[in-house]
């Protein structure tokens, strides 16, 4: 009978030395994306997300993330009410403003501070701030870690993520906490973004149609104010 053992010993040495290297996987996505230096000149991002037309499409949207720690969204009404929410990591406040009646402020739970590392990862994969580290890649997946959470980037043929999944760190519920789906990826002052997204949260799906202000002006009092909805999706443009 033939001895199969070293035939499979070499096809697996073979498999391992064919293995793709997790940092060559990364460099090609993040250049891919714009490369490191215009990524990490990045300081904001307005996200402007209009529902798509398709069957499960998103309210209408508008998000300005300033890095690495503050972002503000504006929630039209869809599945749940309207809402504008500020969020201010190094204050350590948030606060919201739900159908009309402005909330007190509060601190940050882990969702809040896991949506500043995601909104750096889903966007840019990177930015001054935060570099993510490759780990292992199998196929077109490259698992990377980043602020103490690992995180899943399918890429295309382009090197460009079209879905991201925020994997739960030990002890939670669900085994996926956020997952993104990206498409139709334009470039915006040298950085590729996605001009379709998708969030997938359990059965429910929201579909937008996105354009984007990369650096766009700001005014940093917005974060100090309580939020109002009365102000319109871009509050941060009113002095």
């Known amino acids: ?3 199969w ?3 499979a010993a070499f096809v697996a040495g073979f498999a391992a030395a064919q293995a793709a ?4 996987v990364w460099e090609q996505a993040v250049k891919a994306k714009g490369g490191h230096e215009r990524l990490r000149g990045v300081h904001s991002l307005a996200i ?10 998103g309210p209408p949207t508008n998000w300005l993330c300033v890095f690495p720690d503050r972002y503000f969204e504006f929630d039209g009404a869809g599945r ?5 929410i500020v969020v201010d990591g190094t204050a350590d406040r948030v606060a919201e403003d739900a159908t009309g009646t402005p909330r007190n402020a509060r601190h940050l739970t882990s969702y809040e501070r896991d ?7 889903v966007f840019l994969l990177e930015s001054a701030w935060l570099q993510p580290q490759p780990v ?4 077109n997946v490259l698992v990377v870690q980043a602020a103490g959470r690992t995180y899943k980037l399918f890429l295309d043929s382009a090197s460009l993520p079209e879905r991201v999944l925020s994997l739960p760190v030990p002890g939670e519920k669900h085994k996926v906490k956020f997952d993104y789906r990206l498409q139709h990826y334009r470039d915006f002052q040298g950085v590729m973004l996605p ?3 998708a969030a997938i949260s359990g059965v429910h799906q929201s579909t937008w149609d996105v354009d984007y202000e990369i650096d766009a002006k700001y005014n940093p009092k917005m974060f100090e104010r309580m939020p109002d909805l009365a102000n319109g999706p871009e509050p941060w443009r009113m002095r």
């Open 1 to 3: 009978m033939m001895n």
């Open 5 to 7: 053992l070293p035939i």
């Open 21 to 24: 290297d997790p940092q060559e």
């Open 48 to 57: 402007f997300m209009k529902p798509a037309e398709v069957n499960l499409a």
């Open 80 to 84: 749940s009410s309207a809402r504008a």
């Open 115 to 121: 949506r500043l590392v995601l909104n750096q990862v």
């Open 136 to 139: 292992e890649v199998r196929h």
């Open 195 to 197: 001009a379709r997204v």
